[in-house]
């Protein structure tokens, strides 16, 4: 583990010190003190520094504040095809990426819920703006994932990872949570990334498929009833249309974090498919790189795309954008009532010069619509019928 010290969580050894590092450091403790009230900062300092552990942070730190949150935030949480996972085998899951920091934080509130061991979670080196971010996410069991590199070391730095969650699933038998593209899909059109495959097979890049069967991929579907970022991203969409330079501050990264894990999700579920390994035991040994990487991208997007869970806007949104009346059954005039007024409101959240109503609902419709979009190609492509 010594090669992985720049990208690894911390050992236990090392919690102590950095807890009395977090403790002592002032951003941290201005970031900290809103979320934690009515408990006061002695008492959570206290709380703190009494962990030996990353588990003991993890069961009396974040599992208390996560358990808070859930209950100001959502109406549920609902994890749906965790069973096998109490073996004790491990996997690399794979998922839609809608929240930058809660859809890993949820996932390992389920597992712990039942009896789980939780999931070591990929992190894009981007979000850790300053060095008590990440002091916390690494006490938390995330691992780096370095995308302010050159060109020239990119390929290094991709080997490096692969070889990491290698080691991390196959000798430590530890799982592990990686998002199926860097970055949120704003509009909810969720695809895996090639390169992320081609990434993970780097540690034995001459038999991708055998990479990837070693590493027991998991697509995992996750759901969000209501999306606080969402008049967020439709904001971003038209001041990028409008300035094709734009790009979003650290002040807006950490107004994105915020927002998302303050604001009102409704219900969540998270569920998983069918584990990609079948579909690899079918490739031909012969198969190219490329063709491995695209089999594989398409089974995971499928599982993704079969697994969500669906309430009466996302049927509404898909009926808009394409101007069908496919799910009319599926919705009442009270929820399309409802759902106007939805969005009638998120776009009046958003304060920009020139704002286009027309553009940001078109927008806003469609990051509620895509997922029964996937979820209807998904079903022509396997032929099996909209259920």
Sequence with gaps: MQNFDDIRPLYDGEVPSVIRSLINDPYFRRAAEPLIKPITWEIFSGAMLACKSINDFQRTIIYPFMKQLIAKTTSELTGIGFEEFKDGSSHIYISNHRDIVLDAAFLNILFFDKGIDTSEIAIGDNLLIYNWITDLVRLNKSFIVKRRVSVREMLDTSRHLSEYIFDTITRRRQSAWIAQREGRAKDSDDKTQASLLKMLTLYNSSKPAEALRSLDIIPLSITYEFDPCDYLKAKEYQLKRDNPGYKKSQADDIENMRTGILGYKGKVFFKFGNRINDTLSR????????????????????????????????????????????????????????????IDGQIAKIDIPGKDYGFLRERLIGMYGNTVKNYVSAEKAEGTGIK
């Design 283 to 342: 490739i031909d040994e012969k198969t190219s790189r490329a063709q491995v990487l695209e089999t594989v991208t398409q089974a995971i997007d499928r599982e993704i795309y079969k697994n969500y869970v669906f309430f009466p806007m996302n049927y509404i949104a898909y009926d808009l954008m394409e101007n069908s009346n496919l799910f009319a059954a599926r919705y009442t005039d009270e929820d399309k009532a409802a759902f106007d007024n939805y």
